[in-house]
């Protein structure tokens, strides 16, 4: 069974940072792309920031030069900074998994961690 568990949320005052942590553990072959998305309330789940297995990271252009994503193995961290009460939301991380060397690649979801932002 994979589990994707999170970490790091809370209440920041706009302009201060926050950290949030990722861990991916269970049976499993491979990690590939891991990611944190967010979701504001009434609003769609959107696209935070990626990192590969190879390195290679991908950020939302609302985030860019204030949030950093980093990786380390099966972990993974986003360091925020700079907040804006814009930054609210509930924060999920994903992982796409494979559980055998001829397994397809499939989306693991966290539970969630809220961050909030106060003006």
């Known amino acids: 069974q994979v589990q994707v568990v999170e970490s790091g949320g809370g209440l920041v005052q706009a302009g201060g940072s926050l950290r949030l942590s990722c861990v991916v553990s269970g049976s499993i072959f491979s990690v590939n792309t891991m990611g944190w998305y967010r979701q504001a309330p009434g609003n769609q789940r959107d696209l935070v920031a990626t990192?590969?297995?190879?390195?290679n990271t991908n950020y939302a252009d609302s985030v860019k030069g204030r949030f950093t994503i980093s990786r380390d193995f099966r972990k993974i961290d986003l360091q925020m900074n700079g907040l804006t009460p814009e930054d609210t939301g509930l924060y999920y991380c994903?992982?796409?998994?494979?559980?055998?060397?001829?397994?397809?690649?499939?989306?693991?979801w966290g539970q969630g961690t809220q961050v909030t932002v106060s003006s």
């Open positions: 994903s992982a796409s998994v494979r559980n055998s060397p001829v397994g397809r690649d499939y989306q693991q």
């Open positions: 990192a590969t297995s190879g390195g």
